[in-house]
C-alpha cells in the first residue's frame, strides 16, 4: 500500500523541540524527494521544507529557517523534521508529501494524513 | 509570499465555475502550475500538476491552463463533492520553496 504516516505531533511548550517522523511505504522512498507542509487551525497552506532524494539538497522557508531541520534515512524509508526554538505561531497540522520526482519541482503527489503540534504553555 | 487566489468561489450543480491564481515571474513566470484540493478534515491532494495534466483517478471534469504568470482552475459539471478548499502553488526559484496560493473556498449551492 503506497502511503506516507507522520506521527510526533503534540502539545508542547514554548520554546522546546519536537521531531516530527515520516514513514514511507509502497514506493521506491530513495527516488524521490520529501517536502513538509503545515497548515495553522482555519487557515491556508504554509510550505515549511524539502530534502532532495539523497539529502544532499535540502531548503527551509523563511519562517522557520534557522530553527527547523529536514532530514532523511533512506535505509529505513523515514524522514524527519526536527523543530528547536517552538514558537505558538508554528502550531498547526503538519504534512509530509511527496515530490513527484527525485529533485524538487515544487508537485506534491502523495500527501500523508498529518500530525498536529500545539505550542502552547 | 503568496500566489492571489479569490478567497470563495460558487456555483449550482452542473455549472462550471472557474478559478483564478496569479503570481509574480520569479514563480509563476518559470514553472509550472499544481492545483490541490481539500476536502474538510482531509490532507490536500494533487488534483492538476504541470499546468494542465490530471492525476490518475482525477475526472476530466477538472482542468487546469496557464497563461505568462496567471492559471486557472476549470470545474465542469460541478457536483456536490467538489465543494472543498482549492490551493493553487508553484515552486519559486528565487525562494527555493513552494508558494501557495491562500486558498479558495468553492461552495456548490
Known amino acids: 500500500q503506497v502511503g506516507l504516516v507522520e506521527s510526533g505531533g503534540g502539545v508542547v511548550q514554548p520554546g522546546t523541540s519536537l521531531r516530527l517522523s515520516c514513514a514511507a511505504s509502497?514506493?521506491?522512498?530513495?527516488?524521490?524527494?520529501i517536502h513538509w507542509v503545515r497548515q495553522s487551525p482555519g487557515k491556508g497552506l504554509e510550505w515549511v521544507a524539502v530534502?532532495?532524494?539523497?539529502?544532499?539538497?535540502?531548503y527551509e522557508a523563511d519562517s522557520v529557517k534557522g530553527r527547523f531541520t529536514i532530514s532523511r534515512d533512506n535505509s529505513r524509508n523515514l524522514a524527519f523534521l526536527h523543530m528547536d526554538s517552538l514558537r505558538a505561531d508554528d502550531t498547526a497540522i503538519y504534512y509530509c508529501?511527496?515530490?513527484?520526482?527525485?529533485?524538487?519541482?515544487?508537485?506534491?503527489?502523495?500527501w500523508g494524513q498529518g500530525t498536529l503540534v500545539i505550542v502552547s504553555s | 509570499s503568496l500566489l492571489a487566489q479569490p478567497p470563495a468561489a460558487s456555483g449550482t450543480p452542473g455549472q462550471r465555475v472557474t478559478i483564478s491564481c496569479s503570481g509574480t515571474?520569479?514563480?509563476?513566470?518559470?514553472?509550472?502550475v499544481n492545483w490541490y484540493h481539500q476536502l474538510p478534515g482531509t490532507a490536500p491532494k494533487l488534483l492538476v500538476y504541470n499546468n494542465n495534466q490530471r492525476p490518475s483517478g482525477v475526472p476530466d471534469r477538472f482542468s487546469g491552463s496557464k497563461s505568462g504568470t496567471s492559471a486557472s482552475l476549470a470545474i465542469s459539471g460541478l457536483q456536490s463533492e467538489d465543494e472543498a478548499d482549492y490551493y493553487c502553488a508553484v515552486w519559486d526559484v528565487s525562494l527555493n520553496g513552494v508558494i501557495f496560493g491562500g486558498g479558495t473556498k468553492l461552495t456548490v449551492l
Open positions: 515571474t520569479s514563480n509563476m513566470g518559470h514553472n509550472a
Open positions: 508529501a511527496r515530490d513527484i520526482t527525485s529533485a524538487m519541482t515544487g508537485t506534491l503527489d502523495l
Open positions: 509502497g514506493f521506491p522512498f530513495s527516488n524521490h524527494g
Open positions: 530534502i532532495w532524494y539523497n539529502g544532499n539538497d535540502k
